[in-house]
């Protein structure tokens, strides 16, 4: 697992995977867990406009590492670095998880047909969660600002500030799900940790990325 973009996104996801495990019958024992790798590394946050190859290094130098390890797949707990999965898997010959193609897998298998996307400026600029077929509305310019400083605020981890972030992604998304769209593509982990207890109708893409992986796992077992 390449994660630390940023650690509670990486927590949750952990979290997330050993419980739906246990709850899918598939441990018995301490024994039957998987083998989890986590290379929670000091990258910066992918939210500004303009990423510079200085801005990818950590990420293809993380990926790298876990891959010298021989996993047989990689998961990339962050939703704007998937912009740049071909160049990423290219870098190494483990396959990585494609989030961009689960989430439209999802979409699909559910039919949903409108959405609402929440994540960075770069997920939303690139159109990284928008596939034919599927309405996709996406926050105002001013409201994509806001949605940035609370991933930055967020991350940092005062009290006072997560609150204020939380209130104000519930905020944001209120003003478009359901009224205007089906449902909302949390397209940045840190809205996945943000809004997990909120009662919105929601994706989380932390939750499409455990979905996935233990479908390998369980593939893999048979």
């Not at 959405?115 to 928008?130: A, E, H, Q, V, W």
């Not at 944001?172 to 009662?199: H, Q, W």
Request: aromatic share 8%.
């Amino acid at each position: 697992m390449l994660g630390g973009i940023g650690p509670e996104a990486t927590s949750e996801f952990y979290n997330k995977l050993i419980l739906r495990l246990q709850n899918r019958g598939m441990i018995r024992s301490n024994a039957d867990f998987p083998q989890i790798i986590i290379n929670s590394i000091p990258a910066p946050e992918l939210i500004y406009d303009n990423i510079s190859d200085e801005d990818l290094e950590p990420y293809f130098e993380g990926l790298k590492e876990l891959a010298s390890l021989d996993p047989e797949l990689i998961v990339m707990v962050c939703n704007t670095i998937h912009i740049y999965h071909k160049e990423l898997q290219k870098s190494i010959d483990v396959p990585i998880l494609d989030l961009r193609k689960e989430v439209k897998g999802f979409l699909n298998a559910h039919d949903i047909r409108s959405t609402f996307i929440m994540g960075t400026p770069n997920t939303l600029g690139k159109g990284l969660y928008r596939f034919d077929g599927i309405k996709h509305i996406g926050p105002s310019a001013e409201e994509r600002d806001m949605l940035t400083e609370a991933i930055f605020e967020f991350n940092k981890g005062n009290n006072y500030e997560k609150a204020k972030s939380t209130n104000m992604a519930i905020d944001i998304c209120n003003r478009y799900v359901p009224s205007k769209a089906d449902i909302a593509i949390l397209g940045c982990t840190e809205f996945g940790v943000m809004l997990n207890k909120e009662p919105l109708p929601k994706i989380s893409t932390i939750d499409i990325l455990v979905d996935a992986v233990i479908s390998r796992l369980a593939c893999s077992s048979q």
